[in-house]
């Protein structure tokens, strides 16, 4: 019996190589369409046409020329069923041991910025994923192959039947996972064009929170573990697209989480900025007018904790900081460029991980997502830093315009500090950083302690709160550190004890309206 592979592609890369070996190491007949046929007839392979092998023409542009029952009927038709092949020979259905097919390039021309929605809409492929659909169905008898990476794997295979019956099953897993992905990319052209139409909007798509969420990423790279070692994990999606490794150990999970906070918290300074993170807390940042002094203000925060931690900067890296940092062990430096000797002094530690942010510093995100039981929680990322004339000064005093300055400051730093937070800062520094307490007077302790461990002066400090200070606690404690003002956003059924407590003690007070709750 004849042995039928029917191999129709856009990406041609090890197609005719392929085919060769099919033809003239394992007897296969070809079937073939298009530009397909064209390159293994122009290389000298038998092909047979699909529409000489259906007798039914191509037509409508191409639209239809593989949706036809002497195709699916070919792939479709269970082996081990009587009932089956009798239908396939009464109907002339020859039966299709293997095929061969990937897709239009949908997402690569959705990506071009001129493309239009004519283009978009021909680039949908119908009868590609009609084709590996069945094929993938019918693995049990039907070799299917999706990507070219994988035909070295199905030659050597087909040499070992038992070989090649398990592979078959692993090739239909990655048939529908391409097809999953490939349907998904379509959905989020459509909705996100929707959501550009003027005509019938659908709020789902405007809000960017569809009825019906699908994702799929590829797979960028598998970790060595998660958090801890017994922990699997991997990354997904277009992470090294935004940064570029130079140098260092392989990323692991936990440097993933610390280099995305810290590309979010740098993101929102201008002027030549230092942050040192640990455990995607914020434990030191400066800015000044270099960024040799700015690192001198958020390594003065705390010369413990960045032991392991990342460090990030917003300007080009160059030797004169490179030398500093050499001398402190660190996980991750960060930065848009690194300088030559930058380069060559921090190149001395093997391990150190180096990264250019290649979008710049501040890189966007895809909303959060998080999977919780059952289901996933999904949000806007929080890019909104609030507007300072909108804020409310609830104090009889007046904050000074170095205090506003000071507020500003550490409101863009309390911000990335995990929930309960509290940042003391002043002069473009932070002097104590408090995260993730249960109660936000431990926050604010934490932070004098941290400022005094540091021996760092909290007089003349400005206090700020992520959340609202719920008691009036809170403020003493900050006021009796020596913070003149505070900000935070206000809108607890005690604000006027809070308020009390600020005037009591001549501290200027803002209230924002809005909370930075960072879970």
Same mark, same amino acid.
């Given at each position: 019996?004849?042995?039928?592979?029917?191999?129709?592609?856009?990406?041609?890369?090890?197609?005719?190589?392929?085919?060769?070996?099919?033809?003239?190491?394992?007897?296969?007949?070809?079937?073939?369409?298009?530009?397909?046929?064209?390159?293994?007839?122009?290389?000298?392979?038998?092909?047979?046409?699909?529409?000489?092998?259906?007798?039914?023409?191509?037509?409508?542009?191409?639209?239809?020329?593989?949706?036809?029952?002497?195709?699916?009927?070919?792939?479709?038709?269970?082996?081990?069923?009587?009932?089956?092949?009798?239908?396939?020979?009464?109907?002339?259905?020859?039966?299709?041991?293997?095929?061969?097919?990937?897709?239009?390039?949908?997402?690569?021309?959705?990506?071009?910025?001129?493309?239009?929605?004519?283009?978009?809409?021909?680039?949908?492929?119908?009868?590609?994923?009609?084709?590996?659909?069945?094929?993938?169905?019918?693995?049990?008898?039907?070799?299917?192959?999706?990507?070219?990476?994988?035909?070295?794997?199905?030659?050597?295979?087909?040499?070992?039947?038992?070989?090649?019956?398990?592979?078959?099953?692993?090739?239909?897993?990655?048939?529908?996972?391409?097809?999953?992905?490939?349907?998904?990319?379509?959905?989020?052209?459509?909705?996100?064009?929707?959501? /550009?139409?003027?005509?019938?909007? =659908?709020?789902? #798509?405007?809000? !960017?929170?569809?009825?019906? *969420?699908? @994702?799929?990423?590829? &797979?960028?790279?598998?970790?060595?573990?998660?958090?801890?070692?017994?922990?699997?994990?991997?990354?997904?999606?277009?992470?090294?697209?935004?940064?570029?490794?130079?140098?260092?150990?392989?990323?692991?999970?936990?440097?993933?989480?610390?280099?995305?906070?810290?590309?979010?918290?740098?993101?929102?300074?201008?002027?030549?900025?230092?942050?040192?993170?640990?455990?995607?807390?914020?434990?030191?940042?400066?800015?000044?007018?270099?960024?040799?002094?700015?690192?001198?203000?958020?390594?003065?925060?705390?010369?413990?904790?960045?032991?392991?931690?990342?460090?990030?900067?917003?300007?080009?890296?160059?030797?004169?900081?490179?030398?500093?940092?050499?001398?402190?062990?660190?996980?991750?430096?960060? /930065?848009?460029?690194?300088?030559? =000797?930058?380069? #060559?002094?921090? !190149?001395?530690?093997?391990? *150190?991980? @180096?990264?250019?942010? &290649?979008?710049?510093?501040?890189?966007?995100?895809?909303?959060?997502?998080?999977?919780?039981?059952?289901?996933?929680?999904?949000?806007?990322?929080?890019?909104?830093?609030?507007?300072?004339?909108?804020?409310?000064?609830?104090?009889?005093?007046?904050?000074?315009?170095?205090?506003?300055?000071?507020?500003?400051?550490?409101?863009?730093?309390?911000?990335?500090?995990?929930?309960?937070?509290?940042?003391?800062?002043?002069?473009?520094?932070?002097?104590?950083?408090?995260?993730?307490?249960?109660?936000?007077?431990?926050?604010?302790?934490?932070?004098?302690?941290?400022?005094?461990?540091?021996?760092?002066?909290?007089?003349?400090?400005?206090?700020?709160?992520?959340?609202?200070?719920?008691?009036?606690?809170?403020?003493?404690?900050?006021?009796?550190?020596? #913070?003149?003002?505070?900000?935070?956003?206000?809108?607890?059924?005690?604000?006027?004890?809070?308020?009390?407590?600020?005037?009591?003690?001549?501290?200027?007070?803002?209230?924002?309206?809005?909370?930075?709750?960072?879970?």
């Amino acid at each position: 019996m004849e042995k039928l592979a029917l191999l129709s592609v856009s990406d041609k890369q090890g197609l005719v190589e392929f085919a060769t070996a099919l033809v003239r190491e394992h007897g296969y007949k070809l079937l073939s369409t298009g530009g397909t046929a064209k390159l293994l007839a122009q290389s000298g392979l038998p092909v047979t046409e699909v529409s000489e092998h259906t007798g039914f023409p191509e037509m409508m542009e191409g639209r239809v020329k593989t949706l036809h029952p002497k195709i699916h009927g070919g792939l479709l038709c269970r082996r081990d069923k009587e009932d089956h092949l009798a239908a396939a020979k009464a109907h002339g259905i020859g039966l299709i041991d293997l095929v061969v097919v990937n897709l239009y390039p949908f997402e690569a021309t959705v990506a071009k910025p001129d493309v239009t929605f004519e283009d978009a809409i021909e680039n949908i492929d119908i009868g590609g994923p009609s084709m590996l659909r069945s094929a993938a169905k019918n693995h049990e008898s039907v070799t299917v192959v999706c990507d070219p990476a994988d035909y070295t794997r199905v030659l050597a295979a087909m040499n070992v039947p038992a070989n090649l019956h398990a592979l078959r099953r692993e090739l239909a897993l990655k048939v529908f996972q391409r097809t999953g992905s490939y349907d998904t990319a379509i959905a989020a052209y459509l909705a996100k064009q929707a959501a /550009a139409s003027a005509d019938a909007p =659908d709020f789902d #798509a405007l809000s !960017g929170l569809p009825a019906r *969420l699908t @994702l799929s990423y590829d &797979k960028a790279q598998s970790l060595r573990y998660g958090e801890n070692p017994h922990q699997k994990a991997a990354l997904y999606g277009t992470f090294h697209d935004h940064f570029e490794q130079l140098q260092g150990k392989e990323l692991s999970y936990n440097n993933i989480l610390d280099i995305t906070s810290a590309t979010y918290l740098i993101g929102e300074f201008e002027r030549p900025t230092v942050a040192i993170l640990k455990h995607t807390n914020p434990c030191g940042v400066g800015c000044a007018d270099t960024l040799e002094e700015a690192w001198e203000k958020a390594y003065a925060t705390d010369r413990q904790a960045p032991f392991g931690g990342i460090i990030i900067v917003n300007r080009t890296l160059g030797g004169e900081l490179a030398q500093t940092i050499s001398g402190i062990f660190t996980e991750v430096i960060i /930065a848009p460029r690194f300088s030559e =000797d930058a380069l #060559a002094i921090l !190149g001395k530690k093997k391990n *150190l991980r @180096l990264m250019i942010a &290649k979008d710049g510093i501040g890189a966007d995100s895809l909303q959060d997502v998080r999977s919780v039981v059952g289901g996933l929680l999904v949000q806007d990322r929080n890019k909104v830093l609030g507007n300072p004339a909108d804020f409310k000064v609830v104090t009889k005093r007046q904050p000074t315009a170095a205090e506003w300055a000071d507020m500003m400051f550490g409101w863009r730093v309390c911000k990335h500090v995990k929930s309960n937070a509290i940042v003391y800062c002043h002069n473009e520094q932070t002097l104590g950083v408090g995260a993730g307490q249960m109660a936000r007077v431990d926050s604010s302790r934490i932070a004098v302690w941290k400022a005094g461990e540091a021996k760092l002066d909290l007089r003349g400090s400005v206090v700020v709160s992520e959340a609202l200070f719920p008691f009036a606690d809170g403020l003493i404690a900050a006021a009796e550190a020596g #913070a003149t003002a505070a900000i935070q956003p206000g809108g607890s059924v005690r604000d006027e004890e809070v308020i009390a407590a600020a005037d009591a003690r001549n501290m200027a007070m803002v209230f924002t309206g809005l909370r930075h709750f960072k879970h």
